[in-house]
């Protein structure tokens, strides 16, 4: 059911806050807000469709777009899985993201998408220069691409919020 595989940011939220090099100092404990443009490729596999439920596998790859705010966010790129059902019309996903910044420092975050809310990220672990990072934030789809028939479209994400290292 194409009209139901896709009705909200579904993983497009795990898009959600990507960081860089140096900027930002590990040892930084104040908060910093967070605005930002993520554009990505979405792909689906549909595990079952039906007009009760739909129920699939997302995978995103993605860039964050300048201008960004802080700018340390500009050119972060990364990974995301996750699975996304949708019944009665309410979408429901849940999933997680890899961020890899050009030093090659990671840092995990996940994403919560409820009927009827803003998509939400929380950021979970990282490596490197991100070992302690933490915060949230809100994301909501700015635009998708119409579904192809192999299950992949383009999409843009807005997202907002805060985070810190520890």
């Known amino acids: 059911m194409r009209t139901k595989w896709f ?17 930002v100092v590990a040892a930084q404990a104040e908060e910093t807000e967070y605005k930002l443009t993520a554009c990505g490729h979405l792909t689906t596999v549909m595990l079952q469709s039906s007009p ?30 996750g699975y996304g059902r949708v019944t009665n019309g309410k979408r429901t996903a849940m999933g997680s993201c890899r961020w890899t910044d050009p030093d090659g420092d990671t840092f995990i975050g996940e994403s919560v998408d409820i009927p009827d809310k ?3 990220w929380t950021f979970l672990s990282g490596i490197g220069k991100w070992k302690g990072i933490r915060g949230n934030g809100t994301y909501q789809l700015l635009g998708i691409s119409k579904p192809r028939a192999d299950g992949t479209a383009e999409l843009c994400v807005s997202l907002t919020g805060k985070y810190a290292l520890q």
């Open 7 to 23: 009705s909200g940011p579904g993983l497009a939220g795990l898009l959600a806050v990507g960081m860089t090099t140096g900027a």
């Open 52 to 81: 009760d439920l739909t129920v699939q596998s997302e995978q995103v790859w993605y860039i964050i777009a300048p201008p960004a705010t802080p700018k340390v966010f500009e050119n972060n790129t990364g990974q995301c899985v």
């Open 118 to 120: 803003p998509g939400v």
